[in-house]
Nanobody, 121 residues
Framework: QVQLVESGGGLVQAGGSLRLSCAAS????????MGWFRQAPGKEREFVAA????????YYADSVKGRFTISRDIAKNTVYVQMNSLKPEDTAVYYC??????????????WGQGTQVTVSS
């Protein structure tokens, strides 16, 4: 079992930046891949970014490529997503996930509780 706790959401103007954090516990941090998903009102939850156990392999959705950067600090059991050049369409609840990396994405096994990101125009 893996417990995930997100932080760092909030309200930001378009063009601004936010960094989300997700602290993991319960199993060795290098046992699993980590990722971020998001869900906007009335929409399906969608993949945002993921990285492998070492952080060296990363995947991004086309919609965030070049703007978002996923990273992990193994010493802190924490994964981050740095979000730059935010757009109103990035507004969503962002969920941290832990699971198995596949080509281009991640299959989540555990979820965090979610953190709201709101980008105003």
């Amino acid at each position: 079992q893996v417990q995930l706790v997100e932080s760092g959401g909030g309200l930001v103007q378009a063009g601004g930046s936010l960094r989300l954090s997700c602290a993991a516990s319960g199993r060795p941090f290098t046992d699993y891949a980590m990722g971020w998903f998001r869900q906007a009102p009335g929409k399906e939850r969608e993949f945002v970014a993921a990285n492998n156990w070492s952080g060296r392999i990363t995947y991004y959705a086309d919609s965030v490529k070049g703007r978002f950067t996923i990273s992990r600090d193994i010493a802190k059991n924490t994964v981050y997503v740095q979000m730059n050049s935010l757009k109103p369409e990035d507004t969503a609840v962002y969920y941290c996930a832990a699971g198995n990396l596949i080509d281009g994405s991640i299959i989540p096994r555990w979820w965090g509780q979610g953190t709201q990101v709101t980008v105003s125009s």
